[in-house]
């Protein structure tokens, strides 16, 4: 590893929502750079400007803003390399262009598509790697006027040497590429526009960054970025050094995708998963803390995170673990921060409007269902008994209530929670387990289930007793009426 400081940088392409990929890599570079003492730079590579929209660019700035990840050079910050949308650095990158032409480390290639195609068809066919075959590499003067003439438009292309390029990866040791299987690869667009290849590679060279973690699937690119420094005179020691974190495979062992895991971190949001139990679950996806637990703090992460301890092999995304490991962490939020995830949530689904005398009855509520709940997305089904302004009992509950039986343990209920002068989920236990447990000899479950129902319109609630504690004595009353009027 580099012995200078440390700078790494996340650079995606929001062509869409930021996935789960995108977020374990900038999850990554964050924890290697707060645990160094090092700098975390963000960059926006927004070229391809058919699928980069400022809408994306936007939602990838407020997405790391959600999960903590704070960035020291970047969109909104600033620093002393911007500007950080590539969008806006297009003449550092013809600058570069134009020298790697100048110094023949670069050509203009006037291959067609259609040319291009026909040469990787018989390639194919002769069971040849299919690459570009350098048809352009040598043009003589009268060739180029030829195609200038012919009105075609250039690409400009970076010439690979024969051999090999050596890297060592931090993760995977020692990778060699064989230059056959590298050909000659663009920089330039027609149109003038850059290349992934040289954008990043001149980016990450002017903005100093140290270290390059990023995902797996990157790995084959090495060899190109390394030529374009090479071509761009750094020093073989000036190279930052690759770190290619491996592949997050689904429950079925096949690459990500929405059916098994890969959805957009705003759909995690919408769920009601917690931006730390997102960070959590996705440091342990090619990571670990060196023990068993599962439970790690962004305070830990930062504190335990080294390069050395991520994994080679693909790791597995599992929701079920990401559902444990985010209801861990909603038992773990104070009543007030409980209440400030939970709010939105409520407002949204129409449950509240967020007045004083609500927003007070949602927190003395909230600790009846910390226990019980995985994803905050579940506070309204369990909450909106509290608030319905015109009561019912939801249409397949009405009939558990229908029977004689049930209707006697509603009408002893009634008589016993009228004379209850405390009304709190103590006393009122006390009175209904003394009346229909004791007295009446039923079983909880029979005696309580029409209850339920009778007070909170559901078969499912929370806790009978301290909903009804909530609810207050004069609602529960006129519910239990009402439902015996069914």
């Not at 969109?75 to 790697?100: C, H, M």
């Not at 050596?166 to 299987?181: N, Q, S, Y």
């Not at 090479?230 to 974190?245: C, I, R, S």
């Not at 679950?281 to 703090?297: F, H, I, K, M």
């Amino acid at each position: 590893m580099s012995s200078k400081k440390v700078k790494v940088r996340f650079a995606p392409s929001p062509t869409g929502d930021l996935h789960v990929g995108n977020i374990r890599t900038a999850l990554f570079d964050w924890a290697f750079a707060r645990h160094t003492g090092g700098t975390f730079l963000f960059r926006i590579e927004d070229t391809d400007t058919t699928r980069v929209t400022p809408e994306y660019i936007q939602a990838a700035i407020d997405t790391l803003k959600w999960l903590g990840l704070n960035w020291d050079e970047g969109p909104e910050v600033g620093g002393p390399n911007g500007p950080y949308l590539q969008s806006q650095r297009l003449d550092i990158y013809a600058t570069w262009a134009q020298k790697f032409l100048d110094q023949k480390d670069a050509y203009h290639c006037y291959c067609s598509p259609e040319e291009l195609e026909a040469v990787r068809e018989a390639q194919r066919a002769a069971n040849v790697a299919p690459g570009y075959n350098g048809h352009c590499r040598d043009l003589t003067a009268e060739q180029i006027a030829a195609y200038k003439a012919q009105g075609r438009e250039a690409v400009v292309r970076m010439r690979m040497p024969d051999g090999t390029t050596t890297f060592t990866d931090a993760i995977r040791g020692e990778v060699t590429f064989d230059h056959k299987f590298v050909p000659d690869f663009v920089l330039v667009r027609a149109d003038g526009s850059p290349l992934y290849t040289l954008a990043v590679a001149v980016d990450d060279i002017l903005m100093e960054v140290t270290h390059v973690l990023r995902g797996e699937d990157l790995l084959s690119s090495t060899p190109r970025q390394i030529r374009v420094y090479q071509a761009m005179g750094v020093k073989l020691e000036d190279y930052p050094t690759f770190a290619h974190l491996p592949f997050v495979m689904g429950q079925d062992n096949a690459k990500l995708s929405k059916r098994n895991g890969e959805v957009s971190i705003a759909w995690y949001r919408e769920q009601g998963y917690l931006p730390e139990a997102i960070c959590n679950y996705l440091a342990l996806l090619g990571w670990s803390p060196g023990d068993d637990r599962e439970n790690v703090t962004m305070q830990e992460l930062t504190e335990l995170f080294t390069v050395e301890k991520v994994h080679s092999s693909p790791a597995r995304f599992d929701m079920k673990k990401l559902e444990a490991i985010n209801g861990d962490k909603i038992r773990a939020l104070t009543i007030d921060e409980f209440l400030r995830w939970t709010l939105p949530f409520l407002t949204k689904a129409g449950i509240i409007t967020g007045t004083d005398a609500e927003v007070e009855l949602v927190k003395r509520a909230l600790p009846i269902i910390q226990e019980r709940i995985v994803k905050l997305d579940e506070t309204p089904a369990l909450l909106k008994f509290l608030f319905v302004k015109e009561f019912a009992v939801d249409a397949d509950a009405v009939a558990k209530i229908s029977d004689s039986a049930s209707k006697d343990v509603l009408k002893r209920s009634l008589k016993e929670l009228e004379s209850v002068s405390t009304w709190d989920h103590t006393s009122i236990e006390a009175v209904l387990r003394a009346a229909l447990i004791e007295d009446m000899g039923l079983k909880p479950r029979i005696a309580f289930t029409a209850l339920r129902i009778a007070t909170t319109g559901s078969t499912i609630s929370p806790p009978l007793f301290e909903s009804m504690e909530l609810l207050g004595q004069s609602t529960c009353i006129s519910r239990i009426t009402a439902a015996l009027s069914l």
